[in-house]
C-alpha cells in the first residue's frame, strides 16, 4: 500500500463531501464528542486541555461535522465544545440530540415529552451559543410518549427557527417514515458497525430518500474492535489497524454513510482521520460481508 496510514491526512480527504439537507456540505468522516466528558459519559472530562485539544486538532485536520448531545456529561459535552471552538468557524456543523436524560452515572431514560424537548432544545442553544442548531436529532423514541407528539415538538421548534434541521436516532423505517409525514427528515443516527447490521433496513431506507445515515457505536466492540479473521488479515494486508479498517468498510458501505468515530486521544484522533485514505478492494468488502 503506498499511503502512510499513521499519518494524519489533509483537509481535502476524509471520505468526499455530503450535503446534508440540501444546504449543509460537511466531510463525510466526522467527530463524535461523546467520549469528552468523564467516565461512563459523566461529568466533566479528566483533562480539559486534553479534550480542548482535540477538538481543534478535528477542525485541524478538516473535519467539519461534530456530534454530540444534552446527555453527555449531561450538559457537559455542549459546553467543553462552546469553550474549545466558539466562535465557531464557517462551514462547521454541530449537530446535538435532545429525548435522553441521565438520572444517574451509566443510567439513560428517555423523555420525549414535548415540554421536556422544548426545554432540551433551550438549554443546547444556551451551551452552544448558538440561535439556531444546525441538526437536532430526537435521541431516541419514548415508549410513554406517542411518537409522533415528539417529531411535532421538533417540527414546532424547526418552524420556529430554532432548529435549521430535524434527525431521529434509534429509530425504526416505520418510525421514520412517520417522522416524515410531519417534518422533513435529513438524518439518522443508529448503532451500526461490521458486527451489528441490524439497522441495514434503515440504511437503505436512507439511501432511497437521500437521508444521512450516521452510525453511532462506529467501531464496535470485542473482535470487531481489536481485529480477528477476515478484519485482521485485511488490515495486516494494508498496514493498517482493525479499527482503520473498520472505519473505511462504513465509508465504502454506503455514499450517505456519515461515521462519526470518538476518542479522546489527538494520536486514535488522527488514526481513524488517516483511515478515510485506505482504499478497500472488492474482495475486502466481500470478504468482510
Same mark, same amino acid.
Given at each position: %500500500?503506498?499511503?502512510? @496510514? ?17 444546504? %449543509?456540505?460537511?466531510?463525510?468522516? +466526522? ?12 461529568? *466533566? ?15 485541524? @485536520?478538516?473535519?467539519? @461535522? ?7 456529561? #449531561? ?5 467543553? =465544545? ?10 462547521? &456543523? =454541530? ?9 444517574? #452515572? ?15 432544545? *433551550? ?24 411518537? *409522533?407528539?415528539?417529531? *411535532? ?19 425504526? &423505517? ?11 427528515? &435529513? ?10 447490521? /441490524? ?10 430518500? +437521500? ?6 457505536? #462506529?467501531?464496535? /466492540? ?8 477476515? @478484519?485482521?488479515? =485485511? ?11 473498520? =472505519? ?6 454506503? #455514499? ?17 482521520? !488517516? !483511515? ?14
Amino acid at each position: %500500500m503506498n499511503v502512510d @496510514l499513521k499519518m494524519p491526512m489533509g483537509a481535502n480527504d476524509l471520505g468526499g463531501t455530503y450535503t446534508i439537507g440540501g444546504d %449543509m456540505t460537511v466531510r463525510r468522516l +466526522g467527530f463524535g464528542a461523546m467520549r469528552l466528558c468523564g467516565p461512563g459519559v459523566w461529568g *466533566e472530562p479528566r483533562d480539559p486541555g486534553a479534550a480542548k485539544q482535540v477538538l481543534t486538532r478535528a477542525l485541524d @485536520l478538516g473535519i467539519t @461535522l461534530i456530534d454530540t448531545a444534552d446527555a453527555y456529561g #449531561p450538559e457537559v459535552n455542549e459546553r467543553v =465544545i462552546a469553550d474549545a471552538l466558539y466562535p465557531y468557524p464557517p462551514g462547521l &456543523v =454541530i449537530a446535538t440530540k435532545g429525548g435522553l436524560t441521565r438520572p444517574g #452515572p451509566g443510567v439513560w431514560e428517555p423523555d420525549g415529552r414535548p415540554e421536556h424537548l422544548r426545554a432540551a432544545c *433551550e438549554g443546547s442553544l444556551t451551551r452552544l451559543r448558538v440561535q439556531r442548531i444546525d441538526l437536532y436529532q430526537l435521541h431516541s423514541p419514548d415508549p410513554r410518549v406517542p411518537f *409522533e407528539d415528539s417529531v *411535532e415538538t421538533l417540527a414546532e421548534l424547526w418552524a420556529a427557527g430554532k432548529i435549521r434541521h430535524v434527525g431521529l436516532s434509534n429509530v425504526s &423505517v416505520d418510525q421514520l417514515r412517520t417522522a416524515r409525514h410531519i417534518v422533513p427528515i &435529513v438524518s439518522v443516527q443508529n448503532r451500526y458497525n461490521l458486527g451489528d447490521r /441490524s439497522s441495514d433496513d434503515v440504511l437503505a431506507e436512507c439511501e432511497r430518500e +437521500g437521508i444521512a445515515f450516521l452510525p453511532w457505536y #462506529p467501531l464496535g /466492540s470485542g473482535r470487531h474492535a481489536s481485529g480477528s479473521g477476515a @478484519l485482521a488479515r =485485511i488490515a495486516e494486508r494494508h498496514g493498517a489497524t482493525p479499527a482503520q479498517v473498520a =472505519i473505511a468498510w462504513l465509508l465504502a458501505r454506503s #455514499p450517505v454513510m456519515l461515521p462519526i468515530a470518538g476518542t479522546s486521544s489527538v494520536a486514535h484522533l488522527e488514526e481513524n482521520v !488517516a !483511515a478515510a485514505r485506505l482504499t478497500l478492494s472488492e474482495g475486502d468488502m466481500s470478504a468482510l460481508g
